[in-house]
């Protein structure tokens, strides 16, 4: 039995790595049957397979295709497992609130994002593209998350991310805040105020760990 | 040497009395800037060449890119109402469809819910696939059609007022600017047409209805292409934006943009003179190589880190005497951002790398931002005077 689940989860991982969504599912109803954790499937088997193509992706190894076909597979697992979850497996790891700021539709880099904190074990509330701050806000108290994730591929928008940065702070709202986009620097985070930076996918979920720690400490 | 001579001269891999400048200006930079109304610019040919004339000689370019499709007056019968408020302009078809223009950036087409409409991978039927147009006024539909019911055959797929902005811009200036017009890449088109996310899974799960697809796009391309050509203009664009690291892979690019973007090249060379150069921007700086199995003319944008990966002297060292190239100003930290003093050392450093032995047209790396300073665009031309001369 062990080593059933073992080579199954090993199977899993290698389903998703490859973003082979019918076979990714069968397994995740195979697992469920032989009576593993809900839990487990996502922590031992999806979450490895994700994390193998996060490191593959920022080494460019694979590109924005292949990780768009894995992030398919994840979610179909995903959508089996999630109400079989209980309420603190989904948010474990904290809840991040992540959108494309206003007058910005570019959403490629985002939805990546999103789906590597997804699958390190964090809630995360996608609210879009074209985000005003009110949104960014109503839902981050709705899902009283810890973090806000911003994206803008646009110098026209990448400005409004510090009218987000402004707002939490001047109502001293408690979030921690990151934002990303190829039009990003740390330089420029630094200067809007906001909390964190990442490059890509992969740092982004370092920064997010990193985030949630303060935000911790802080409270 | 008036622009059009100069812009030849570089064409053909030569030089000229100085460095010639061209830049494409996005279409917010035109709503912003050219004082003519947004609506006039988006849905009429004649407005639109005029814009891209005022705007080329304001800021001493020496080409215009045609990056619309002609239009018919025909849109005006559709229209039911239209609500201007400060920062956008909506009008609204009879329909009920609506059309967005925000005051600076491209308009966009949403049925009555606010969406957009796409068809899925499942619902193409290659065999019904000539070309896509992604600036049609109702934008992408499959099967495509124009305007909100203009079906048409493959034998006759273009109608006769596409071509008219490029008469217009050709009337107004063509004696004296270089005019450049737009094709798509099929790879664009059908990135475009499954809006992007669901192009790019899809040719991981059928590559070769994927390959299918975009020979049938090619047909079309060649075409368009074909006809451009016989309205004289100077050069063909390939508009190819989703063929860059940030998007796929080389291996990618060899499958699913290198072949056909070939094609079409050598296609219009077997008619025409007209040369034919490929647009391209973020991080292309690891397949110029393959860029060049196209056939290609040249190679516009370049972008530099952090958008992209070129570095021009490289470039330059790489590509001459192969290929024109065109490009490499930092659209967003140099000209958007930057002070005059950074403009200058910027310009100048690109001039001094990209002009010896010719084949360099100055411009940005991608279109001009839409809330680009004028004054930081006109200093192009300043510069290009002072260090451009041969
Ligand atoms: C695809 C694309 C589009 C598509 C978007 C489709 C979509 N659904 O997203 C379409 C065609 C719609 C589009 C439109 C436009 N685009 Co565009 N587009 C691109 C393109 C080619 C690729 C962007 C992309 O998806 N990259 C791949 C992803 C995976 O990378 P990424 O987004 O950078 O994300 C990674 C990191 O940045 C980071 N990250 C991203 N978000 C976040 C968030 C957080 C919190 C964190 C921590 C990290 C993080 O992690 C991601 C994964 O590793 C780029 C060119 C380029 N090379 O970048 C231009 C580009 C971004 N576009 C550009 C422009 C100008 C436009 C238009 C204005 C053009 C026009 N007038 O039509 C419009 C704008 C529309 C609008 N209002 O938003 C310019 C922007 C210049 C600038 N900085 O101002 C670029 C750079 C092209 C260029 N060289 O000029 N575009």
Known sequence: ???????????????????????????????????????????????????????????NIIFVPQVLISARAMKSSLAILEPLLSKSDISGAGTIIIGTVKGDIHDIGKNIVAMMLRSSGFKVVDIGIDAKVEKFLLTAEQEGAQILGMSALLTTTMGYMKTVVTRVRDDKLPYKIMVGGAPISRQFAEQIGADGYARNATEAVAMAKKLMEEFKTAS | MNGKDRIARHLNLGISDRTPVMCQLSIGHYFLHSGIDPVEIWFESGAFAEALVNMADRYSFDGVLINLPGRSDVYKNSVKEIQRSHDEIKVIWKNGH??????????????????????????????????????????????????????????????????????????????????????????????????????????????????????????????????????????????????????????????????????????????????????????????????????????????????????????????????????????????????????????????????????????????????????HIMLLAELAEQHGKY
């Open chain 2, 98 to 375: 609506y059309t967005i223009l925000p005051f600076d950036d491209n308009p966009h087409y949403y049925t009555p819910a606010g969406e957009r409409i796409f068809p899925t991978f499942d619902d193409i039927d290659p065999e019904q696939l000539y070309y896509v147009e992604p600036w049609d006024v109702t934008e992408v539909k499959f099967p495509f059609f124009w305007g909100f019911d203009e079906h048409r055959e493959k034998s006759d797929f273009f109608p006769d007022y596409h071509f008219d902005t490029i008469r217009k811009v050709k009337s107004l200036a063509g004696n004296r600017l270089s005019v450049h017009s737009e094709v798509f890449s099929p790879w664009s088109q059908f990135l475009e047409l499954l809006n992007y996310e669901n192009a790019l899974m899809a040719i991981m799960d059928d590559p070769i209805k994927v390959k299918v697809i975009l020979s049938q796009l090619t047909e079309g391309t060649i075409d368009l292409a074909k006809k451009q050509a016989l309205e004289g203009v100077d050069a063909i664009l390939i508009s190819s934006a989703f063929a860059g690291a940030g998007l796929i892979s080389r291996d990618q690019y060899n499958e699913f943009v290198l072949p056909y973007e070939k094609r079409i090249i050598s296609e219009v060379r077997q008619t025409s003179d007209v040369p034919v150069y490929t647009h391209t921007c973020g991080s292309i700086g690891d397949r110029l190589d393959l860029m060049l199995e196209t056939g290609t003319r040249g190679i516009d944008t370049l972008d530099p880190p952090p958008l992209g990966t070129v570095d021009l002297a490289e470039a330059k060292q790489f590509l001459s005497g192969k290929v024109f190239i065109k490009g490499n100003i930092d659209p967003v930290n140099t000209l958007l951002y930057g002070s005059r003093e950074d403009i200058i050392s910027d310009v100048t450093r690109r001039i001094q790398t990209g002009k010896p032995g010719g084949g360099y047209i100055l411009s940005s790396a991608c279109s001009v931002a839409p809330h680009t300073p004028p004054e």
């Open chain 1, 1 to 59: 039995m062990e080593n059933t689940e073992k080579e199954l989860f090993s199977q899993l991982a290698q389903a998703v790595i490859e973003g082979k969504q019918e076979i990714t599912v069968a397994l995740t109803n195979e697992l469920l049957t032989l009576g593993t954790e809900p839990k487990r499937i996502l922590d031992e088997g999806l979450m490895p397979g994700m994390e193998v193509v996060g490191i593959r992706f920022r080494d």
